[in-house]
């Protein structure tokens, strides 16, 4: 399995509401990352989680919460997002993060803030 | 921190031609390049990597070249297609603390290649 399986594919939430990403992959990568992009733009990194633990938080706002429940689970817990928080979330997954290795990306979720 | 300039910004090509595009890095400790290619409403996906030991790798129609001095590297799509028509993504890796290394991209690159 070199996949890496991110849902939902689509979410609409309100700016009052609680959602979860999800994301999941069995390659046995130790290194898990969540990206957010916009349109036309670069994928920007958020955060990194390495043996399960968050190793960066790229100055993101509280309202992002990130979760590694084990080696194979990466979650995103959102809560009072803004529209501008509307984007493409990217998760991805490396067998490291101190070597220099591929990056497998998910297929993302496409989230819009009404 | 590392800082990866990509250029040009949009590239429109004839099918059966060559396109070329180009990226900067800033952070010579830098030791792995990998251009990721970005369909339409779908996940980047790495097309090829080269890594700092390295000065040109090639897969097919596609090549990258890197030259570590002048801290540039490229991608070459030889006998374009109209599959090809997409974003390009450059990346390097940046170290941070404990040595861990992440990705920075460049702004992309969108590929029109004309039939």
């Known amino acids: 399995d070199t996949e890496v399986t991110q849902t939902p594919k689509h979410l609409v939430m309100g700016m009052t509401n609680k959602k979860s990403l999800k994301c999941e992959q069995h390659m046995g990568h130790r290194a898990m990352y969540w990206y957010k992009q916009k349109a036309k733009k670069p994928p920007e990194l958020m955060f990194v989680y390495s043996y399960e633990k968050l190793s960066i938080n790229e100055s993101v706002p509280s309202r992002f919460s990130p979760e590694c429940p084990n080696s194979s689970l990466l979650n995103l817990h959102l809560h009072a997002l803004q529209p501008e928080d509307s984007a493409l979330y990217l998760c991805?997954?490396?067998?490291?993060?101190?070597?220099?290795?591929?990056?497998?990306f998910g297929q993302g979720t496409r989230l819009t803030v009404v | 921190g590392e800082n990866v300039e990509q250029h040009p910004s949009t590239l429109s090509v004839q099918e059966g031609d060559s396109a070329v595009i180009k990226c900067t890095y800033s952070d010579s400790a830098s030791n792995y390049f990998p251009w990721y290619k970005q369909e339409l409403g779908k996940r980047p996906q790495l097309i090829i990597d080269?890594?700092?030991?390295?000065g040109e790798k090639k897969d097919q129609r596609i090549a990258v070249t890197l030259n570590k001095t002048a801290k540039h590297f490229s991608l070459h799509i030889t006998e374009t297609q109209p599959e090809d028509s997409a974003v390009y993504f450059c990346a390097a890796i940046k170290f941070g603390r404990r040595s861990q290394g992440n990705l920075i991209f460049g702004k992309g690159t969108k590929l029109s290649v004309k039939p």
């Open positions: 991805a997954s490396s067998p490291y993060t101190h070597v220099n290795t591929e990056a497998f």
């Open positions: 080269i890594r700092s030991n390295v």
